[in-house]
């Protein structure tokens, strides 16, 4: 469990980040978080972050919901796309609908640089970009070959 002087820091990280970037974002203090959004190519994107124990954890959060009876078929894409990423996962809250694309920046003594944060916040939201359409489809029942990119 990391202390808490070092994920203050990290939290300011965060927030230079975003600052810096010029990427707009409302800042959750008691949490350590921020919420932000991101206009993708078709899509727009939701993005949340909270530090706490060590971790950054970040999702990317698609801008549609699955209804209940697609999800059993919905979550096996889910699947087949995961085991091809090198980076984060896809998810899905069996309570709500919602995917979202999930990464946890873990560090541990080194409060990671703002250059670090700004390369996984674009890095997960190209990603959440790139298979947003495609799964948006999926959820509505079009099959896997006339939803994919």
């Not at 949490?31 to 727009?44: E, K, M, P, T, Y």
């Not at 894409?77 to 896809?90: E, H, M, R, T, V």
Request: no cysteine; charged share 20%; hydrophobic share 45%.
């Amino acid at each position: 469990m990391a202390d808490d002087g070092i994920d203050d820091r990290a939290y300011g990280a965060l927030r230079e980040t975003f600052g810096s970037k010029g990427w707009g974002y409302k800042a959750v203090p008691e949490n350590r978080g921020i919420v932000s959004s991101f206009q993708g190519n078709d899509l727009a994107i939701g993005f949340h972050a909270f530090v706490s124990d060590g971790m950054i954890r970040m999702a990317a959060i698609l801008s549609f919901r699955v209804p209940a009876e697609r999800m059993r078929d919905f979550v096996w894409s889910l699947n087949a796309i995961n085991s091809d990423l090198p980076f984060g996962s896809f998810a899905i809250n069996p309570a709500d609908g919602y995917v979202t694309f999930d990464y946890a920046l873990v560090y541990k003594g080194a409060v990671p640089s703002a250059d670090l944060i700004a390369d996984v916040v674009v890095t997960m939201v190209n990603t959440a970009d790139r298979f947003d359409g495609s799964l948006k489809g999926l959820a509505e029942g079009q099959s896997e070959r006339s939803s994919a990119r």
